[in-house]
């Protein structure tokens, strides 16, 4: 089978498609058919060296979508439509930018019956399902409240302004760029905010008593200032690292954390573990309510297989709002 093989860090020159094995699937296994799969910081620093030393020939890629080959429990069937997230893709076996892919049948959520081209469908499991479990499992979310998304035009602050507002919630995004404005408000934001950095004082100028919750993407480099547009009592969630890396110096519990707000990361890796088992999530009702057209889209634009370096390189450029996807 054709699969990207990466054997040394380095730029998108590094990704190689190569033909390899095809992979095995033991009993607590299925292997899959991929017919497209979403693009992923993560794989941009994997691919970097910034996850894990390369020391052996990696393939990359913690998401996809696609059907059945084979099931050795009989779980799923032959052709069944699936998609599946994390569980060690790319790390503890090869992941998803190839032809097959063999994922831990807890990683796998059933699609069958929903009327979504592969490439939409690909748009949606990790930034979907990290939503889902920052938002619902870590602030648990109600509806009514207000959520700030720091960071919204990476592809899991969209997911996440789409899913709350499809929830019931009042959502204020942020972003770098007027330019992106729109784009946030066709996502369900409620509220654009141009961020500058500091933007807890504008946020409280729409909510005095402070939001209820936080997610912030952008990581360490604004948490301060994120969390200081907390309400007492309520919450912040970091799932993302765009602005470097997840170290705050200095952290001052009483000056720098607002009085009784809580503070936690949300790693995705928890995905289809026994904490957070998939069987649980909502992604067949968030891809049945974007098949009616009640959430949009995330996906900004289809690669085709051989233009995985193109797409790494736009990624890295920040040209990216919204979900980039690989169709095979």
């Given at each position: 089978?054709?699969a990207y093989v990466i054997e040394q860090a380095g730029g998108p020159e590094v990704l190689q498609l190569r033909d390899i094995g095809a992979p095995?699937?033991?009993?607590?296994?299925?292997?899959?058919?991929?017919?497209?799969?979403?693009?992923?910081?993560?794989?941009?620093?994997?691919?970097?060296?910034?996850?894990?030393?390369?020391?052996?020939?990696?393939?990359?890629?913690?998401?996809?979508?696609?059907?059945?080959?084979?099931?050795?429990?009989?779980?799923?069937?032959?052709?069944?439509?699936?998609?599946?997230?994390?569980?060690?893709?790319?790390?503890?076996?090869?992941?998803?930018?190839?032809?097959?892919?063999?994922?831990?049948?807890?990683?796998?959520?059933?699609?069958?019956?929903?009327?979504?081209?592969?490439?939409?469908?690909?748009?949606?499991?990790?930034?979907?399902?990290?939503?889902?479990?920052?938002?619902?499992?870590?602030?648990?979310?109600?509806?009514?409240?207000?959520?700030?998304?720091?960071?919204?035009?990476?592809?899991?602050?969209?997911?996440?302004?789409?899913?709350?507002?499809?929830?019931?919630?009042?959502?204020?995004?942020?972003?770098?760029?007027?330019?992106?404005?729109?784009?946030?408000?066709?996502?369900?934001?409620?509220?654009?905010?141009?961020?500058?950095?500091?933007?807890?004082?504008?946020?409280?100028?729409?909510?005095?008593?402070?939001?209820?919750?936080?997610?912030?993407?952008?990581?360490?480099?604004?948490?301060?200032?994120?969390?200081?547009?907390?309400?007492?009592?309520?919450?912040?969630?970091?799932?993302?690292?765009?602005?470097?890396?997840?170290?705050?110096?200095?952290?001052?519990?009483?000056?720098?954390?607002?009085?009784?707000?809580?503070?936690?990361?949300?790693?995705?890796?928890?995905?289809?573990?026994?904490?957070?088992?998939?069987?649980?999530?909502?992604?067949?009702?968030?891809?049945?309510?974007?098949?009616?057209?009640?959430?949009?889209?995330?996906?900004?634009?289809?690669?085709?297989?051989?233009?995985?370096?193109?797409?790494?390189?736009?990624?890295?450029?920040?040209?990216?709002?919204?979900?980039?996807?690989?169709?095979?």
């Amino acid at each position: 089978m054709k699969a990207y093989v990466i054997e040394q860090a380095g730029g998108p020159e590094v990704l190689q498609l190569r033909d390899i094995g095809a992979p095995e699937s033991n009993n607590d296994e299925v292997l899959v058919r991929v017919r497209a799969f979403g693009l992923n910081r993560a794989e941009v620093y994997r691919r970097q060296g910034k996850m894990g030393p390369i020391d052996s020939p990696v393939v990359p890629g913690i998401e996809a979508v696609g059907e059945v080959i084979r099931d050795p429990s009989g779980t799923f069937r032959t052709g069944q439509r699936v998609a599946t997230a994390m569980g060690g893709l790319q790390f503890s076996r090869p992941g998803s930018y190839a032809e097959q892919v063999s994922v831990l049948a807890q990683n796998l959520i059933s699609l069958d019956g929903i009327d979504l081209a592969w490439d939409e469908l690909a748009a949606l499991p990790e930034s979907y399902l990290t939503a889902w479990g920052a938002l619902d499992r870590s602030l648990q979310i109600q509806s009514g409240q207000t959520l700030l998304v720091r960071g919204a035009t990476s592809a899991v602050g969209m997911a996440s302004v789409a899913y709350a507002k499809a929830r019931g919630l009042n959502v204020i995004a942020t972003t770098r760029t007027v330019s992106n404005e729109a784009r946030l408000k066709e996502a369900g934001a409620d509220e654009v905010i141009v961020d500058t950095g500091e933007i807890a004082g504008l946020v409280r100028q729409s909510i005095p008593g402070g939001v209820d919750a936080v997610l912030e993407v952008v990581g360490a480099a604004t948490l301060r200032d994120s969390v200081k547009a907390l309400r007492p009592f309520g919450g912040a969630s970091v799932i993302g690292l765009l602005g470097g890396a997840p170290v705050l110096e200095s952290f001052h519990l009483m000056q720098d954390l607002p009085g009784a707000v809580h503070l936690n990361f949300f790693p995705s890796g928890l995905l289809g573990t026994a904490a957070l088992p998939l069987i649980e999530s909502p992604l067949r009702w968030i891809a049945q309510e974007i098949a009616a057209g009640r959430i949009p889209s995330l996906r900004t634009r289809t690669f085709d297989f051989d233009d995985v370096r193109q797409a790494h390189r736009l990624m890295e450029s920040n040209a990216a709002v919204g979900k980039f996807v690989v169709q095979l």
